[in-house]
Nanobody
Framework: QVQLQESGPGLVKPSQTLSLTCTVSGISIETDQYYWSWLRQSPGKGLEWIGYIAYSGSSYYSPSFETRTSISRDMSKNQFTLHLRSVTPEDSAVYYC????????????WGQGTQVTVSS
């Protein structure tokens, strides 16, 4: 059974870097042809895709986030981590990690989501 679990701070100050970790169980994040994404949802904006890190370790980001985002991974812990720099209150949202399976185009496994608030 595949499970994804987000973890990280619920409150971040403006201008700081938000770091969230997704711990994956039931499958290695190095498994061929799987991609591991971060998304977020805030009121009035809908679901936004932020970026992914691939099974190979390469990463790709939405143009909306690419200048201040990176995604890294720790294969020994089977985790991948989102780093979002220079946050503002507009970055307050529920953040999700999700799996994009071979063939792509959709997400078949999701974490439960974690609320992040950016406030001083």
């Amino acid at each position: 059974q595949v499970q994804l679990q987000e973890s990280g701070p619920g409150l971040v100050k403006p201008s700081q870097t938000l770091s969230l970790t997704c711990t994956v169980s039931g499958i290695s994040i190095e498994t061929d042809q799987y991609y591991w994404s971060w998304l977020r949802q805030s009121p009035g904006k809908g679901l936004e895709w932020i970026g992914y890190i691939a099974y190979s370790g390469s990463s790709y980001y939405s143009p909306s986030f690419e200048t201040r985002t990176s995604i890294s991974r720790d294969m020994s812990k089977n985790q991948f981590t989102l780093h979002l720099r220079s946050v503002t209150p507009e970055d307050s949202a529920v953040y999700y990690c999700a799996r994009d399976p071979p063939g792509g185009g959709y997400f078949d496994e999701w974490g439960q989501g974690t609320q992040v608030t950016v406030s001083s």
